[in-house]
Nanobody, 117 residues
Framework: QVQLVESGGGLVQPGGSLRLSCAVS????????MGWYRQAPGKQRELVAD???????NYADSVKGRFTISRDNSKNTLYLQMDSLTPEDTAVYYC???????????WGQGTQVTVSS
């Protein structure tokens, strides 16, 4: 079964930056599209960025121009560079397949990002 381990979150001031990493345990990582998702308290989990197996990326309007998704297929690792962070970016960030799994799909622990002055 696929395993997902997110890291790199933390506390940062508005305008600051963070780089998230996601270690993915699957033999087919290089052949699947991946995404970064986030969930704030009381809100639904949302897709913020995705990337195809070939490296073509897409972003939610709320993060476009500020976040950059990338992948290293040789290391089975997904990245999210987050710049110009705002308090509205505060959430738990998860990585997973794109599209995401159903109710029986696996999710990692996520990594907490808190943007506060």
């Amino acid at each position: 079964q696929v395993q997902l381990v997110e890291s790199g979150g933390g506390l940062v001031q508005p305008g600051g930056s963070l780089r998230l990493s996601c270690a993915v345990s699957t033999r087919i990582f290089s052949a699947v599209a991946m995404g970064w998702y986030r969930q704030a308290p009381g809100k639904q989990r949302e897709l913020v960025a995705d990337i195809t197996h070939g490296g073509v990326s897409n972003y939610a309007d709320s993060v476009k121009g500020r976040f950059t998704i990338s992948r290293d297929n040789s290391k089975n690792t997904l990245y999210l560079q987050m710049d110009s962070l705002t308090p509205e970016d505060t959430a738990v960030y998860y990585c997973n397949l794109n599209p995401p799994p159903g109710i029986f799909g696996v999710w990692g622990q996520g990594t907490q990002v808190t943007v506060s002055s």
